[in-house]
């Protein structure tokens, strides 16, 4: 009897992370168009769809795609995940359901527990498959496991807040979850995947380190906000120095000379679009704490976060799984002309959102084209990721 062939395991994680990514995005674009009650603050359920419901999902497929080759072991069969991606999946589909008006909290909160569980899961899959390596390199894989831990934490605050129906407690769930655990896989990633964390063709751990702070030290703040709307001077101007500090340092990094080369490599020049976005967030998060030390807080809103999360994750995210689904599939030109009209309407929708800060009328938009990309990215990848590996390598 011959045996199956091994499942990918980006297959179902970036697929379901795909339709995941249509419907926060849909919901969020209705929101803005007509909007109705929800069960808890419409802002706060936006923040957790968008960074907590198809980003894990992708983290998930990307690292157990990649970790295995990381560290020199077989690959992963995605039916040995199935029970975690079931459960992550039928949670997120609870709460999609939930997410509606005049919806019972409780189906909320009963769908973000079960998504937590088959996060917390998988998490523990790949912890397990870190622990099989001999290679020393794997702090790498082991950042990714406790990333992934760290969401499933996140979901479980938040599945708490809905139960007790407490929005602040979903604000921080949020926070903590972005910051501590998505934010984080990001900065990894970066140095992993691309030459910009890296001094004299090595990789710079002190270059992490300052950035895996920086984000943190943000994080911090953002956690302390409900309770301290105007962080006094002796705090803000410190970290505005750390911020702009940090800035500073990853452009010139970004900027380097013997880049020139590495940059005319597609994947690497989308990357760097998502460097040159993280730059400019802590360059606004920067301008935002020198503005709250003279008693002026809250005049910038999110702009440091949607540069962030729009503009360097969005972009990074996006040319990394279309990269992993288009070789995993068998395509020798990952990076094509559709790719790049993706990215650049992400470039234009992630410029539409800050400028909506003083045009409210760019938010909706924005938030539809956002939509626009979900579909468009799921409608040319999806068929891919159902197929699996194709038979030629032409694109």
């Given at each position: 009897?011959?045996?199956?062939?091994?499942?990918?395991?980006?297959?179902?994680?970036?697929?379901?992370?795909?339709?995941?990514w249509?419907?926060?995005?849909?919901w969020?674009m209705?929101?803005?168009?007509?909007?109705?009650?929800?069960?808890?603050?419409?802002?706060?359920?936006?923040?957790?769809?968008?960074?907590?419901?198809?980003?894990?999902?992708?983290?998930?497929?990307?690292?157990?795609?990649?970790?295995p080759?990381?560290?020199?072991?077989?690959?992963?069969?995605?039916?040995?995940?199935?029970i975690?991606?079931?459960?992550?999946?039928?949670?997120?589909?609870?709460?999609?359901?939930?997410?509606?008006p005049l919806?019972?909290?409780?189906?909320?909160?009963?769908?973000?527990?079960?998504?937590?569980?088959?996060?917390?899961?998988?998490?523990?899959?790949l912890?397990?498959?870190?622990?099989?390596?001999?290679?020393?390199?794997?702090?790498?894989?082991?950042?990714?496991?406790?990333?992934?831990?760290?969401?499933?934490?996140?979901?479980?605050?938040?599945?708490?807040?809905?139960?007790l129906?407490?929005?602040?407690?979903?604000?921080?769930?949020?926070r903590?979850?972005?910051?501590?655990?998505?934010?984080?896989?990001?900065?990894?990633?970066?140095?992993?995947?691309?030459?910009?964390?890296?001094?004299?063709g090595?990789?710079?751990?002190?270059?992490?380190?300052?950035?895996?702070?920086?984000?943190?030290?943000?994080?911090?703040?953002?956690?302390?906000?409900?309770?301290?709307?105007e962080?006094?001077?002796?705090?803000?101007?410190?970290?505005?120095?750390?911020?702009?500090?940090?800035?500073?340092?990853?452009?010139?990094?970004?900027?380097?000379?013997?880049?020139?080369?590495?940059?005319?490599?597609?994947?690497?020049?989308?990357?760097?679009?998502?460097?040159?976005?993280?730059?400019?967030?802590?360059a606004?998060?920067?301008?935002?704490?020198?503005?709250?030390?003279?008693?002026?807080?809250?005049?910038?809103?999110?702009?440091?976060?949607?540069?962030?999360?729009?503009?360097?994750?969005?972009?990074?995210?996006?040319?990394?799984?279309?990269?992993?689904?288009?070789?995993?599939?068998?395509?020798?030109?990952?990076?094509?002309?559709?790719?790049?009209?993706?990215?650049?309407?992400?470039?234009?929708?992630?410029?539409?959102?800050?400028?909506?800060?003083?045009?409210?009328?760019?938010?909706?938009?924005?938030?539809?084209?956002?939509?626009?990309?979900?579909?468009?990215?799921?409608?040319?990848?999806?068929?891919?990721?159902?197929?699996?590996?194709?038979?030629?390598?032409?694109?």
């Amino acid at each position: 009897m011959t045996a199956r062939p091994p499942l990918a395991p980006h297959r179902p994680l970036f697929m379901i992370g795909g339709l995941l990514w249509i419907a926060s995005s849909t919901w969020w674009m209705v929101q803005l168009l007509q909007p109705v009650p929800m069960p808890l603050p419409t802002p706060g359920l936006h923040s957790l769809l968008i960074s907590l419901s198809f980003m894990p999902c992708f983290i998930a497929g990307f690292a157990f795609t990649v970790v295995p080759r990381w560290l020199g072991l077989p690959p992963v069969d995605a039916r040995c995940l199935g029970i975690s991606t079931t459960a992550l999946l039928l949670g997120w589909l609870l709460a999609l359901v939930a997410a509606r008006p005049l919806a019972s909290a409780e189906i909320l909160a009963g769908g973000l527990t079960l998504a937590a569980l088959g996060l917390a899961g998988l998490a523990g899959q790949l912890l397990a498959l870190c622990r099989q390596a001999a290679a020393r390199d794997a702090v790498h894989a082991y950042s990714l496991a406790a990333a992934l831990a760290l969401c499933a934490v996140a979901l479980a605050i938040a599945a708490a807040s809905a139960a007790l129906m407490q929005p602040l407690l979903l604000r921080q769930a949020v926070r903590l979850g972005l910051w501590f655990g998505v934010a984080s896989v990001f900065a990894v990633a970066l140095q992993r995947l691309t030459p910009f964390l890296h001094q004299e063709g090595r990789r710079a751990p002190w270059l992490l380190l300052l950035l895996l702070g920086g984000l943190w030290l943000r994080g911090a703040l953002d956690l302390a906000a409900p309770w301290l709307a105007e962080p006094p001077a002796w705090l803000a101007l410190p970290a505005a120095l750390a911020c702009a500090s940090l800035s500073a340092l990853l452009l010139r990094a970004s900027l380097r000379r013997e880049l020139a080369a590495a940059l005319r490599t597609p994947l690497l020049a989308q990357l760097h679009l998502g460097l040159l976005w993280l730059v400019l967030s802590f360059a606004l998060e920067a301008a935002a704490l020198l503005l709250a030390s003279v008693g002026q807080a809250g005049r910038l809103g999110l702009l440091p976060l949607h540069a962030l999360s729009l503009g360097f994750m969005g972009s990074t995210l996006l040319a990394m799984v279309s990269r992993v689904s288009a070789v995993q599939h068998g395509r020798s030109v990952a990076v094509d002309a559709l790719l790049w009209g993706l990215q650049g309407l992400l470039q234009v929708l992630t410029l539409a959102r800050l400028l909506g800060a003083v045009a409210p009328g760019l938010l909706a938009p924005a938030a539809t084209g956002f939509a626009l990309l979900a579909l468009g990215w799921t409608l040319r990848y999806g068929p891919w990721l159902l197929r699996g590996r194709a038979n030629t390598k032409k694109d």
